[in-house]
């Protein structure tokens, strides 16, 4: 690629990465991740996590990206000044790999879900049938493998159009929909019967559920929202104008995804309790409760096919996002076209997707410390190689990084005079990488 692609307009950039940042991660997995580390206490940490570590690692990928204009490997080559980190861009390679692999099997479930809501498969049942019902499917080997793979070749489709017309379009129009319904699921969940006992669940700290575990997770979660710590953002980095603001975008990103995640509580729990579901469900939970919830709405099956349609689009723009960063590599690196890299990418997500599909079934007594395929991509790619990955962009843009560049990138040349610009280095510098630092030992000591 001699000419680098550019997104076109201001919005367009921050829909994008926006869109990059509001997934499946919001909506599935801050729920369950709540319900199962005990609801308030764990949103504390989380907020705290995207405060101290996720910002200033969204900022640092941001000026690596921008100020590089190159793929993770590329940009660690051409900024560094030392050689041979830029191996560490394979490591982000990988981990693009395995976050592609498990989270394209719940893309496939919620394919299954818009196909069940348009067939009206879900009228009528009671919350046990919607349970069977989750549990049926996952175990079937061929439905749950072929919607994965069928996922994948629809996000194919999306990166082989490039970057412009395929990201941009659709995450401008779609995103803003998803919040408008979001927040009408929200207020429909406001009253249930047993909205106060969801709601204080999600919002009353109880600090005796904190633990090594509970704070690795909302750690692992904050990083998995943010899509920060494999370079999706640096990527996406490279593409900005110069005259984007960096800071704003940064800002931008984590509000929004923040806000989504928090509505996404606000609409599952009332309802987890309302229909006897066990907040600790873990992965099934919202395909558990969902469904419930428009049972009990008004023409509930075209807020079904609704809500799960946007779901989707939310996805597939994450996907996209997590996909995009190792094509850039593939295309740059190995100087693969950039139908190949996409191919190339989508060949090893099938088939390791396949494989973490199977984990809900025939392979589910195949485990590697205790944990499924499934979970053990889940757990290692969020929970080690994102923070590993946000620590060593923190400390790669707080110390060895040129401080006159830093400040160039964000204040772009000296044209913004952002009052947080102090405070935000610091953070980067210092406390983003100590606190991930003492997680990690909470957590394994
Ligand atoms: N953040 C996305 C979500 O919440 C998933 C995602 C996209 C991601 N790009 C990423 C996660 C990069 C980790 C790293 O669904």
Not at 218 to 223: K, N, R
Not at 224 to 247: H, I, P, Q, R, W
Request: charge should be positive; proline fraction near 4%.
């Amino acid at each position: 690629m001699s000419e680098r692609a550019v997104f076109a307009t201001r919005i367009g950039a921050i829909a994008a990465t926006v869109g990059s940042a509001v997934g499946l991660g919001n909506i599935w997995r801050f729920p369950y991740e709540a319900g199962q580390h005990g609801g308030g206490a764990f949103l504390l940490i989380y907020l705290a996590c995207v405060l101290v570590m996720g910002i200033p690692v969204i900022v640092a990928e941001f000026v690596i990206g921008r100020a590089s204009r190159k793929n993770v490997c590329g940009a660690l080559r051409a900024l560094s000044p030392w050689r041979g980190l830029h191996f560490f861009g394979y490591l982000c390679v990988l981990a693009s790999l395995m976050i592609m692999s498990f989270y394209s099997v719940v893309c496939g479930w919620i394919l299954e879900y818009i196909m069940q809501a348009v067939r009206g498969g879900m009228t009528g049942h009671t919350s046990q049938q919607n349970a069977e019902m989750f549990a049926q499917f996952v175990q079937n080997p061929w439905r749950s493998v072929m919607w994965t793979i069928l996922f994948l070749l629809l996000n194919y489709l999306i990166l082989r159009r490039g970057l412009k017309r395929g990201i941009e379009r659709l995450s401008n129009v779609l995103m803003p929909l998803l919040a408008v319904l979001l927040l009408a699921f929200c207020l429909n969940s406001l009253f249930m019967p047993q909205v106060w006992q969801g709601l204080s669940f999600l919002f009353t700290p109880d600090f005796s559920q904190i633990s090594p575990r509970m704070v690795v997770g909302a750690m692992g979660q904050a990083f998995f929202s943010l899509s920060v710590g494999l370079s999706c953002l640096l990527t996406y980095a490279s593409y900005f104008k110069e005259n984007d603001s960096l800071l704003r975008n940064a800002t931008m990103v984590a509000v929004f995804d923040t806000l989504v995640a928090i509505l996404a509580g606000v609409m599952i729990f009332p309802a987890v309790f309302s229909y006897g579901v066990a907040p600790e469900a873990g992965p099934k939970l919202i395909f558990e409760v969902l469904p419930s919830i428009f049972q009990q709405m008004p023409v509930g099956g075209l807020w079904a096919v609704m809500f799960f349609a946007l779901l989707f689009v939310a996805a597939i723009t994450s996907t996209i996002s997590v996909s995009e960063a190792s094509i850039a590599f593939f295309c740059e690196e190995w100087g693969m076209s950039r139908n190949r890299a996409s191919l190339l990418n989508t060949v090893v997500s099938m088939i390791f997707g396949s494989l973490c599909a199977l984990s809900f079934g025939v392979m589910s007594g195949f485990t590697i410390a205790g944990k499924t395929l499934f979970e053990l991509f889940d757990y290692v790619a969020s929970n080690v190689f994102l923070p590993v990955g946000g620590m060593f962009f923190c400390i790669f843009v707080g110390w060895l990084l040129d401080r006159k560049l830093v400040k160039d990138q964000l204040t772009n040349h000296g044209t913004l005079s952002p009052r947080m610009l102090k405070p935000l280095i610091f953070c980067v510098r210092y406390v983003a990488p100590a606190a991930i630092l003492a997680v990690f030992l909470y957590g394994i000591l």
